[in-house]
């Protein structure tokens, strides 16, 4: 069985701009959350998603945004770009909303300039 | 606030020998208490999860100990190998929100011959 896939696997971006991460879960898997981890801050929980819905979110601003298809692939967004977001953006996948198993993936390596 | 505390920051043992890291939670709602293996440019990997009904849990070379009342758990790596040098991260969440794991700051283990 496939494992969760992020793309891309590494990103470039100028502060002010906005960006758009994808994850694909492991199949059968219904819900996706998402993660930054940073030196500073280590691994962060930003939200969960799970039949499309939003399900858990972290404290994190509104320029960072989420959703889910039909499919329960997943993106996440996050617009007017700043300097501190630069991170690696991991997604989980678990087979159940508030499933205790979270598998990740590599996830995408976001650098703002 | 940080509600897992995880010690020591980072660890040196020889090979065969049995490292053990250590974490301390506040919150005493968290009932899901994963373990993860972090390898440089990988997302982080479980390795192994325990609840509060059980004190000690192990799968393969890894232990989970549990103490409620202190509420406190650690990870043991026995017979341990070069190719276990990796960040290991505790976590902790609370049923019906297990996505939403709390991290703690990360152990970087070395292992040497």
């Known amino acids: 069985k496939a494992g969760v896939t992020q793309t891309p696997r590494y990103l470039i971006k100028t502060r002010g701009q906005q960006v758009t991460l994808s994850c694909s879960p492991i199949s059968g898997h219904r819900s996706v959350s998402w993660y930054q981890q940073t030196p500073g801050q280590g691994l962060q929980f930003l939200f969960e998603?799970?039949?499309?819905?939003?399900?858990n979110k972290g404290n994190f601003p509104g320029r960072f945004s989420g959703r889910q298809f039909s499919n329960s692939r997943s993106e996440m967004n996050v617009s007017t770009l700043e300097l501190g977001d630069s991170a690696l953006y991991l997604c989980?996948?678990?087979?159940?909303?508030?499933?205790?198993?979270?598998?990740f993936g590599p996830g995408t390596r976001l650098t703002v300039t | 606030q940080q509600q897992v505390k995880q010690s020591p920051q980072s660890l040196i043992v020889q090979k065969g020998g049995i490292p053990i890291i250590n974490c301390a939670y506040e919150n005493t709602a968290f009932d899901y208490f994963p373990w993860y293996q972090q390898f440089p440019g990988k997302g982080p990997a479980l390795l192994i999860a325990?609840?509060?009904?059980?004190s000690e849990k192990k799968e393969g070379r890894f232990t989970i100990s549990f103490n409620k009342s202190a509420k406190q758990f650690s990870l043991h790596i026995m017979d341990s190998q070069p190719g276990d040098s990796a960040t290991y991260f505790c976590a902790a969440s609370k049923s019906g929100t297990a996505s939403k794991l709390t991290f703690g700051t990360g152990t970087r283990l070395q292992v040497t011959l």
């Open positions: 325990i609840r509060p009904d059980v």
């Open positions: 998603y799970f039949s499309e819905t939003q399900r």
């Open positions: 989980a996948s678990s087979l159940f909303e508030g499933g205790g198993e979270q598998y």
